[in-house]
């Protein structure tokens, strides 16, 4: 009589092989970019991509659609993805040369900024809040960041002369410029007194 035939081992039968493995995707939120209120988004490096009040990087500076008018102002950054090496840096510049919206902040003069990601100040994840205060009320000009309604302490900003433009460098990154109230998370962490910031009613290139 013949034999009851055992089932084909995976040697014998073999299955069809995995997908090749593929490069971590880049960590996101579901949201779709912000909208912009009295300010949207000013000048931006070439290497960037811009929506809305959204920034995309690629890697380079972007800067706030009006200069800083009135003695204190505050902004959040809201992070939407961050890529493998993503980072970025919050702070404040000045008006430049297309080649320095290429450079870090704080790497040319007249601006600063606070560095985020792996091996920096903070790490930088998806869903962080990252509030920005400047003060041009008192002398030296002061600038207060907040990481999800935390105030950090932070190096002095130093060499923040004339009209200065808040100022964000993103790299593999995204992130939404919360600039107006209406979009702020963490509104009541930051100090009293500091307000969105103001159109320029004309006085800096606006309406």
């Given at each position: 009589?013949?034999?009851?035939?055992?089932?084909?081992?995976?040697?014998?039968n073999p299955k069809s092989?995995?997908?090749?493995?593929?490069?971590?995707?880049?960590?996101?939120?579901?949201?779709?970019?912000?909208?912009?209120?009295?300010?949207?988004?000013?000048?931006?490096?070439?290497?960037?991509?811009?929506?809305?009040?959204?920034?995309?990087?690629?890697?380079?500076?972007?800067?706030?659609?009006?200069?800083?008018?009135?003695?204190?102002?505050?902004?959040?950054?809201?992070?939407?993805?961050?890529?493998p090496e993503g980072f970025?840096?919050?702070?404040?510049?000045?008006?430049?040369?297309?080649?320095?919206?290429?450079?870090?902040?704080?790497?040319?003069?007249?601006?600063?900024?606070v560095q985020f990601g792996?091996?920096?100040?903070?790490?930088?994840?998806?869903?962080?809040?990252?509030?920005?205060?400047?003060?041009?009320?008192?002398?030296?000009?002061?600038?207060?960041?907040?990481?999800?309604?935390?105030?950090?302490?932070?190096?002095?900003?130093?060499?923040?002369?004339?009209?200065?433009?808040?100022?964000?460098?993103?790299?593999?990154?995204?992130?939404?410029?919360?600039?107006?109230?209406?979009?702020?998370?963490?509104?009541?962490?930051?100090?009293?007194?500091?307000?969105?910031?103001?159109?320029?009613?004309?006085?800096?290139?606006?309406?």
């Amino acid at each position: 009589s013949s034999r009851a035939r055992k089932p084909p081992t995976d040697e014998e039968n073999p299955k069809s092989p995995p997908p090749a493995a593929k490069a971590a995707p880049k960590r996101k939120a579901a949201n779709g970019p912000l909208r912009p209120g009295a300010v949207g988004l000013g000048s931006a490096s070439s290497g960037l991509e811009t929506k809305g009040l959204r920034v995309k990087g690629g890697t380079g500076r972007c800067l706030a659609g009006v200069a800083v008018v009135q003695d204190r102002a505050y902004w959040e950054i809201h992070v939407v993805e961050v890529g493998p090496e993503g980072f970025l840096f919050v702070g404040m510049a000045a008006q430049g040369p297309e080649d320095h919206m290429q450079q870090e902040l704080g790497a040319t003069p007249r601006s600063f900024g606070v560095q985020f990601g792996s091996g920096c100040l903070a790490p930088l994840r998806v869903g962080d809040v990252v509030g920005v205060s400047y003060d041009q009320a008192i002398f030296p000009v002061a600038v207060g960041v907040w990481l999800n309604g935390s105030a950090l302490t932070i190096p002095m900003s130093r060499g923040l002369k004339g009209e200065q433009w808040p100022a964000i460098f993103v790299s593999d990154c995204a992130i939404d410029w919360a600039l107006g109230e209406e979009h702020w998370k963490f509104a009541d962490s930051r100090p009293e007194g500091f307000n969105a910031l103001m159109a320029s009613r004309g006085l800096i290139g606006g309406d």
